[in-house]
């Protein structure tokens, strides 16, 4: 509820329309966090559309063809479902800049009740019942409208999470026979051994029905994994791949490359240089990838994980749009997915976390001097990537390169010797 009263307060007064959109995944703690964030939207004299279970991606569409001020995606993403968060997105769909989020966190430690409302300016709220037939005739407008997917069978797995009403249907009007999975949500089961998390689930079923192509998608739906008809697991590098050469080969393509993050396959990076495009890295998370995007002109980018940001059609990650651009190459090569989809030889990659046991390791002489001695052995081969994590007590030790066993003895040094520092 101070969340809500704090940003309220704080879009009051920097806009003008005073409208909120909240939308939420199918979370059993949603029904505790959507009314209490709505509550203190209300309080401070905001406007409160609610939409019940959609994408985030469609929450962001949605704050920005409604003029709202902000919206709000109540979701923790891939987490299980005992797991929350709160995602805010600006009025031009865009999330918070970190400035915004700090003020707000601010008055949200302060003495809230001398900004509340007066009476008479007290918001309402109301639920919006057609949103899902938004997102699902914007999510077909990505494509073109002479596009028929009839003939491909799908198998779509939703993680039984917040893309469970409209993934599906956009699928089927688009004439592919499609096999629904993660479609029950009951507020427990939400990324529970199902979606982009968990992607053997719908491997097997693509095997066992024979499908085409599988689709899965993790709990708030702006990541996605695809399985193609061996069962065999295609990751966002490859989509990403997948993508920016068909774009590039129809000229819609712009910034000449992609931006992705320091985890992405170096296979990807020698797979667009050897195409004539670039491959722009950052930070890890989309934030830092939608940053280098708008910064540097891309209109495509994203993350190993399947966040796929196509900026001609939204501010974030999108997994159903991104699955249909997929499938549109699918269509049109008329190949079997595992020809079509796989189009550069990944570097062997190995990734471990070593548990933190006291102060930065990372600023010990001996993990420094480890690690450049694991540098100096990979010689300009292959890539180390070494970084705290955001969300665990852990460091994230990365390399890869061609020869497996020495990356993986690299690696296993390097833990060992981060955990080693009290």
């Not at 005073?18 to 199918?26: E, S």
């Not at 009007?173 to 009951?186: C, K, Q, R, W």
């Not at 920016?244 to 020698?270: P, Q, V, Y």
């Not at 939204?314 to 991104?322: F, R, V």
Request: charged share 20%; glycine share 10%.
């Amino acid at each position: 509820m101070r969340v809500g009263m704090a940003a309220g307060h704080y879009f009051r007064h920097a806009h003008s329309t005073h409208r909120v959109v909240i939308g939420k995944d199918t979370r059993l703690s949603g029904y505790m966090l959507e009314p209490a964030l709505a509550a203190g939207f209300v309080a401070s004299g905001m406007e409160v559309i609610t939409t019940g279970p959609l994408p985030t991606p469609a929450v962001a569409m949605l704050t920005r063809s409604m003029r709202a001020d902000l919206g709000v995606m109540i979701s923790a993403s891939h987490n299980p479902y005992f797991d929350n968060g709160i995602k805010l997105f600006g009025p031009d769909a865009y999330k918070l800049s970190d400035e915004a989020e700090l003020e707000i966190e601010s008055l949200m430690e302060a003495d809230l009740s001398v900004h509340l409302c007066d009476a008479a300016n007290t918001g309402r709220a109301r639920r919006l019942d057609d949103v899902i037939g938004r997102y699902t005739e914007f999510a077909k407008s990505t494509v073109p409208g002479h596009l028929s997917l009839q003939g491909l069978k799908v198998v779509v797995d939703c993680a039984n999470g917040a893309a469970y009403k409209v993934a599906p249907p956009v699928l089927w009007e688009l004439g592919a026979e499609i096999i629904e999975m993660g479609v029950s949500p009951n507020g427990k089961n939400i990324n529970h051994e199902c979606g982009s998390t968990y992607p053997d689930a719908v491997a097997k079923r693509v095997v066992e029905e024979g499908a085409d192509i599988g689709i899965a998608l993790d709990g708030d739906a702006d990541r996605l994994i695809v399985v193609d008809e061996k069962g065999q697991i295609i990751d966002g590098d490859q989509l990403m791949a997948v993508i920016a050469r068909s774009w590039k080969n129809a000229g819609l393509l712009k910034g000449g490359g992609i931006a992705a993050t320091i985890m992405s396959n170096l296979g990807l990076e020698k797979y667009l240089q050897s195409e004539g495009m670039i491959l722009d890295r950052t930070k890890v998370g989309d934030r830092y990838v939608v940053e280098c995007m708008r910064n540097k002109g891309y209109n495509l980018g994203g993350e190993q994980s399947g966040h796929i940001v196509m900026s001609d059609y939204g501010t974030t990650g999108d997994g159903l749009i991104a699955a249909l651009q997929i499938l549109r190459v699918l269509q049109k090569h008329g190949r079997p997915a595992s020809e079509v989809l796989n189009v550069f030889e990944p570097f062997p990659q190995v990734l471990v976390n070593a548990k933190l046991n006291g102060h930065n390791p990372l600023e010990n002489p001996a993990v420094k001097e480890a690690i450049c001695d694991a540098e100096n052995q990979l010689n300009g081969s292959g890539r180390l990537v070494i970084r705290p994590s955001g969300t665990e007590p852990v460091v994230r030790i990365m390399a890869e390169g061609e020869d497996t066993i020495m990356i993986k003895k690299l690696v296993d040094d390097l833990a060992v010797q981060v955990e080693s520092v009290a």
